[in-house]
């Protein structure tokens, strides 16, 4: 006969193995980080496995570990939604969804009351991520990454492309007449340095030693840009209330097409009514994609191109045409 084990050694290991620390984890439960301690090292011997190393910089996940946390995560992470409905007075469901901040604030923000009226028993909390975002870690139902459509292990959906291009201040735009001329001035610069080396291609340069400081948020890089130390490239149909104000000016009618925002999620796991219900809503509202090109269920090879559809940020936000089935929600 199997042998039973506790909840309580359950609940501490996935508390754990979710914030990789058993202080933190002692402080969601409320218990002391003793007692989280004794509960995955007795969950330990009992699985005959190591399910975390523990070392001077922290905690990790063993094989094993990794093996048994997505389960413990959806199963608990279900238990607590059910009782979240209960407890806010009506059958709701959560739906956790992190976003590139840059497409947050550009793009997404001004569409969310139309999905809220669409979807009144979803309760939507939003995170914001920097692109580097562990799905299954995280508990996400959903992440909106920018790139070319390839995480492994995951399910991926083009929102809109996200063509790139200079930006920069006026007093900055003005020292500026050809491409070369930039190659005089920092260039901000993201996590991703071949974006710039893409641009300049387009442009007809392909030999360029890029310089300028590094940034891991493209909102803070273009607020770098807005007060003139620099040169930013970055997803200019993001920022047009600035370039409307006269922040920003875009100096060359160049773009590279170096990527687009992608809705992401786990491969594995079941997409439920709060899901669906957001993926369709989220895609209406970004129409302008060739049908059928764009969605994936990822190979385990990361790097593999994407399709080309014409999606793109810039476009105004359209019409709710989707009516879900909210009662299924009840």
Same mark, same amino acid.
């Given at each position: 006969?199997?042998?039973?084990?506790?909840?309580?050694? =359950?609940?501490?290991?996935e508390?754990?193995?979710?914030h990789?620390?058993f202080?933190r984890?002692?402080?969601?439960?409320?218990?002391?980080?003793a007692?989280?301690?004794?509960?995955?090292?007795?969950l330990e011997k009992?699985?005959?496995?190591?399910?975390?190393?523990?070392?001077?910089?922290g905690l990790?996940?063993?094989?094993?570990? $990794?093996?048994?946390?997505?389960?413990?995560?959806?199963?608990?992470? %279900?238990?607590?939604? /059910?009782f979240?409905q209960?407890?806010?007075?009506?059958?709701?469901?959560?739906?956790?969804?992190?976003?590139?901040?840059?497409?947050?604030?550009?793009?997404?923000?001004?569409r =969310?009351?139309?999905?809220?009226?669409?979807?009144?028993?979803?309760d939507?909390?939003?995170?914001?991520n920097?692109?580097?975002?562990?799905? $299954?870690?995280?508990?996400?139902?959903?992440?909106?990454?920018?790139g070319?459509?390839?995480?492994?292990?995951c399910?991926?959906?083009l929102?809109?492309?996200?063509p790139m291009?200079p930006?920069?201040?006026?007093? $900055?735009?003005?020292?500026?007449?050809e491409p070369a001329?930039?190659?005089?001035?920092p260039l901000l610069?993201?996590?991703?340095?071949? +974006?710039? =080396?893409a641009w300049?291609k387009?442009?007809?340069l392909?030999? $360029?030693?890029l310089?300028?400081?590094?940034?891991?948020?493209?909102?803070i890089m273009?607020?770098?840009a807005?007060?003139?130390?620099?040169?930013a490239?970055?997803p200019?149909?993001?920022f047009? !209330?600035?370039?409307?104000?006269?922040?920003l000016v875009?100096?060359?009618?160049?773009?590279a097409d170096?990527?687009?925002?992608w809705?992401t999620?786990?491969?594995? !796991?079941?997409?439920?009514?709060a899901?669906?219900?957001f993926?369709d809503?989220?895609t209406?509202?970004f129409?302008?994609?060739?049908p059928?090109?764009?969605q994936?269920?990822?190979?385990?090879v990361?790097?593999?191109? %994407?399709?080309e559809?014409?999606?793109?940020?810039?476009k105004?936000?359209g019409? /709710?045409?989707?009516?879900? +089935?909210?009662?299924?929600?009840?």
């Open positions: 006969m199997r042998a039973t084990i506790p909840l309580n050694a =359950l609940r501490a290991f508390s754990a193995a979710r990789l620390s202080t984890a002692a402080d969601e439960l409320c218990v002391t980080q007692a989280i301690s004794h509960q995955v090292k007795g009992r699985l005959g496995v190591a399910l975390f190393r523990r070392s001077n910089r990790k996940l063993t094989d094993e570990g $990794v093996a048994l946390a997505p389960t413990l995560f959806e199963a608990f992470g %279900a238990i607590d939604r /059910l979240e209960f407890e806010a007075g009506g059958v709701r469901e959560v739906l956790t969804v992190s976003a590139v901040g840059t497409f947050v604030v550009g793009a997404l923000l001004e =969310l009351p139309a999905f809220r009226s669409a979807s009144p028993l979803v939507l909390r939003l995170l914001t920097n692109n580097k975002v562990d799905v $299954v870690a995280e508990g996400l139902d959903y992440a909106i990454r920018f070319d459509g390839a995480w492994q292990g399910g991926a959906e929102i809109c492309r996200a291009s930006l920069c201040a006026p007093n $900055v735009a003005r020292q500026l007449r001329d930039l190659l005089r001035l610069r993201s996590y991703r340095p071949q +974006d710039w =080396l300049f387009s442009a007809g392909d030999a $360029v030693n310089h300028g400081p590094l940034f891991d948020s493209s909102l273009v607020q770098a807005i007060r003139g130390e620099g040169v490239l970055a200019y149909g993001l047009r !209330r600035e370039l409307d104000a006269g922040q875009r100096p060359f009618p160049i773009d170096v990527g687009g925002y809705l999620w786990l491969k594995s !796991r079941p997409p439920s009514v899901m669906q219900a993926r809503w989220l209406s509202v129409p302008d994609r060739e059928g090109a764009v994936r269920q990822m190979s385990p990361v790097g593999q191109s %994407a399709a559809p014409s999606g793109d940020c810039r105004p936000v019409v /709710l045409v989707l009516e879900p +089935d909210v009662r299924s929600l009840s």
